[in-house]
T-cell receptor
Framework: DQQVKQNSPSLSVQEGRISILNCDYT??????FLWYKKYPAEGPTFLISISSIKDKNEDGRFTVFLNKSAKHLSLHIVPSQPGDSAVYFC????????????FGTGTRLTVIP | SQTIHQWPATLVQPVGSPLSLECTVE??????LYWYRQAAGRGLQLLFYSVGIGQISSEVPQNLSASRPQDRQFILSSKKLLLSDSGFYLCAWSGGLGGYTFGSGTRLTVV
């Protein structure tokens, strides 16, 4: 059962505009959420995270929003740049156990110059 | 600082041949280690994880196996590869700011 879902497999955005990537989860016990960025033929790299006690975290052009009541988080990239083109994975962490990070299926973002 | 190494970067193997992918972690002790696969157009599928030497948990029944002969070494193996084993394999350890830190991956093509 997929506990973390990214319903949009792909997204195209013009350079300079905002990119919004969405993620939904089902387990209310998740306490920490992360976004990873992955280029082809490379491993995913950590981008930004948010604790369940917050509703927003900002790091430069990247902002993550968390809506716990809706079990929804989103990643905003403003302004989008061609180098942002990659696959973005949403992940949610449960509070215990070794197998405690659950990934979404990813969204491929293409930023058009 | 902690680093994770994974090799080889690419591999082309015939059907029925064996497989051995290796992953090592430096700068940490007793890490939780993970093997993931990203099939074409799909997300990250957890294959195995390990909390210590000789301790392997399998998430998906398949043609692959994993072993952890040393604290910071994690090996993914197969006795006979299938075409469906093709994919991008990632090793990760549980640590760092991002929860998990991933290796650079191995692109496996079974022909």
């Amino acid at each position: 059962d997929q506990q973390v879902k990214q319903n949009s497999p792909s997204l195209s955005v013009q350079e300079g505009r905002i990119s919004i990537l969405n993620c939904d989860y089902t387990n209310s016990m998740f306490d920490y959420f992360l976004w990873y960025k992955k280029y082809p033929a490379e491993g995913p790299t950590f981008l930004i995270s948010i604790s369940s006690i917050k509703d927003k975290n900002e790091d430069g052009r990247f902002t993550v929003f968390l809506n716990k009541s809706a079990k929804h988080l989103s990643l905003h990239i403003v302004p989008s740049q061609p180098g942002d083109s990659a696959v973005y994975f949403c992940a949610a962490r449960s509070y215990s156990g070794a197998n405690n990070l659950f990934f979404g299926t990813g969204t491929r973002l293409t930023v058009i110059p | 600082s902690q680093t994770i190494h994974q090799w080889p970067a690419t591999l082309v193997q015939p059907v029925g041949s064996p497989l051995s992918l290796e992953c090592t972690v430096e700068g940490t002790s007793n890490p939780n280690l993970y093997w993931y696969r990203q099939a074409a157009g799909r997300g990250l599928q957890l294959l195995f994880y390990s909390v210590g030497i000789g301790q392997i948990s399998s998430e998906v029944p398949q043609n692959l196996s994993a072993s952890r002969p040393q604290d910071r070494q994690f090996i993914l193996s197969s006795k006979k590869l299938l075409l469906s084993d093709s994919g991008f394999y990632l090793c990760a350890w549980s640590g760092g700011l991002g929860g998990y830190t991933f290796g650079s991956g191995t692109r496996l093509t079974v022909v």
